[in-house]
């Protein structure tokens, strides 16, 4: 009886793996990246966030309208000076390829600080902080500190900006916020 139930364990947990490796439950689409190879041998893609469309939360103590609505953001002292906001990321073809955290903070001690954590389920996680003053054009500027997969051994220049749509077509969003980041490979990614 035990060798029967062994026997049967084992081909049982076979045809499982057989099944799965000949029809893969899952079958994900990867988008196509888009990247753009610069002058100094380093690559430069651009991501972007319609608003409101986009946004998946957003919240802080003094935000009146918090995105849900019903989200309850904490009353504790410590997250006085601290906003979250959640996005889905898309690409310059309009394509939702992934997830995006934007962090704002400040308090006496440290100033202000703004990190963005771009996740790209196919590709990896990117983690970048932004100088809290904006440049001309309205453009905030920072750098890509660490990510994982694809983007382990990257290095660079990250900006922010908000662009206005003006198309003045209803359903159409009030903008975007674009995020463009050139990098070079350090490293051997071993």
């Known amino acids: 009886m035990f060798k029967t139930f062994i026997f049967g364990l084992i081909l049982g947990v076979a045809t499982a793996a057989a099944a799965l490796f000949f ?3 899952v079958d994900q689409h ?3 990246s888009i ?3 610069l002058p ?4 430069s893609e651009t991501f972007h966030i319609n608003i409101p469309m986009d946004r998946v939360m957003s919240g802080s103590q003094s935000n009146s309208a918090p995105y849900p609505e019903n989200l309850d953001w904490p009353d504790d002292p410590r997250f006085a000076g601290i906003s979250a906001e959640l996005f ?3 690409n310059e073809r309009d394509m939702v390829i992934g997830v995006a955290s934007r962090i704002a903070a400040k308090d006496e001690e440290h100033g202000t600080i703004i990190e963005w954590v771009l996740h790209l389920p196919a590709r990896g996680s990117i983690y970048m902080s932004l100088q809290p003053e904006m440049q ?3 453009m905030r500027r920072g750098e890509l500190h660490s990510g994982s997969r694809e983007f382990s051994n990257i ?3 990250v900006s922010e900006r908000w662009v206005v749509d003006v198309s003045g077509e209803e359903g159409s969003p009030a903008g975007r916020i674009e995020l ?4 070079v490979a350090i490293g051997d990614g071993s």
Do not use: L, W, Y
């Open 30 to 32: 990867r988008e196509t």
């Open 35 to 37: 990247i753009r190879v």
């Open 40 to 43: 100094n041998g380093g690559n």
């Open 155 to 157: 290095a660079g220049i």
């Open 88 to 90: 889905k990321v898309r």
């Open 136 to 138: 001309e054009g309205g």
């Open 180 to 183: 463009v980041s050139s990098s």
């Open 23 to 25: 029809a893969p439950v």
